[in-house]
């Protein structure tokens, strides 16, 4: 650690900062994989029912926010946890 | 970077308000006023309503039916059927209250969602899981209704042993934790989103030499300022039916 402060040529605090800026990107960004896929599979399904069968439309457009919001929980999660690491 | 003024400001300088009135616990401040204020919206707008409808509605009766009528269509027959109904007015405050502390988001002067601090959301979420375990307990018995919650029906025996703590932790611990957190996140997310285009627009605006992108930055703030809008609606309608959801799982037993 004390060699990558001289390397980098600043204060051991500037460092920390620096990878906790680093780890509540990585936290979010890790968080927002699997729901990003998750939400175009919801979306995409419920786009080939309403395709396939218009008159469902309004029942399956109800089911996919439900999807949605289960699904994007996590992405959620994962927001408010990257406030909360190291916070 | 050094000419351009760009210093995002931290979290907490953008959600924690001065007091205005009052100390300790019963400190009042800005989030809190706009919260008492959508109390009072909620409240005028179906009392105004109310005290002299007619048969044709006009004004602000056609407003509040509209959102009845939108409340029972889109959630109470959705997901619990007729027999739902009795739920209707919880479900509506419900709706209507959620969009009015989410809309301060994109209201001059107040801009700040009441539902950007976890205090609101927090307290739905608990509210919303004692309802439904009441509701539960009331219409199946203590034990059948803990009995059809940690162990479904038609699953083999053995899988119990893995279903079992899943079910709990699933219905008894994440749902109000997961309710109130997606309200919290979705509304702080958008107020961060906002503040942030808000500092771009006016470091932009303040740089001479780049004034001919001032438009494009310009032009997506109001952009996301209507997407807020319709996040808005999203979240209170999401909260509305997920509420609606659960108290239909829990009138019932899966079967």
Do not use: C
Request: no cysteine; glycine share 10%; proline share 6%.
């Amino acid at each position: 650690m004390e060699l990558l402060n001289v390397l980098a040529q600043q204060e051991p605090g500037e460092l920390a900062e620096g990878l906790t800026a680093v780890g509540r990107g990585i936290v979010y960004g890790a968080a927002a994989i699997g729901p990003g896929i998750g939400i175009g599979i919801v979306v995409g399904n419920a786009i080939t029912a309403m395709a396939r069968q218009p008159e469902a439309a309004g029942m399956v457009r109800t089911t996919m926010f439900l999807g949605i919001a289960f699904t994007e929980a996590l992405a959620l999660f994962g927001f408010v946890l990257s406030f909360i690491v190291a916070g | 970077m050094s000419g351009l003024a760009l210093e995002f400001p931290p979290v907490s300088h953008v959600t924690e308000w001065p007091t205005i009135f009052g100390d300790g616990l019963f400190a009042v401040n800005k989030v809190v006023l706009l919260m008492w204020l959508s109390v009072l919206i909620v409240f005028g707008l179906f009392y105004a309503a109310s005290r002299r409808s007619r048969l044709v509605p006009t004004g602000v009766q056609n407003l509040a039916e509209s959102i009845v009528d939108f409340v029972r269509d889109g959630v109470v027959l959705q997901t619990m059927g007729p027999e739902g109904m009795s739920f209707l007015p919880l479900l509506v405050m419900m709706f209507t209250f959620i969009f009015l502390t989410n809309i301060w988001e994109v209201i001059p002067v107040a801009q700040m969602p009441v539902n950007g601090r976890i205090a609101l959301p927090a307290f739905m979420g608990v509210l919303v899981w004692v309802l439904y375990n009441f509701i539960g307990i009331r219409s199946q018995g203590f034990f059948g209704y803990f009995k059809s919650v940690l162990f479904p029906p038609g699953v083999p025996k053995a899988l119990y042993i893995l279903v079992t703590p899943i079910e709990f932790v699933s219905t008894i611990i994440v749902r109000p934790f997961s309710l109130a957190v997606r309200l919290f996140a979705n509304m702080l997310a958008g107020h961060l989103l906002l503040v942030s285009f808000i500092t771009i627009t006016t470091a932009v605006f303040t740089l001479g030499p780049s004034l001919v992108i001032w438009p494009v930055s310009f032009g997506l703030l109001v952009a996301l300022t209507g997407f807020e809008v319709l996040v808005a609606v999203l979240q209170a309608f999401i909260f509305t039916i997920l509420t609606a959801v659960y108290i239909a799982g829990a009138m019932h037993p899966e079967h």
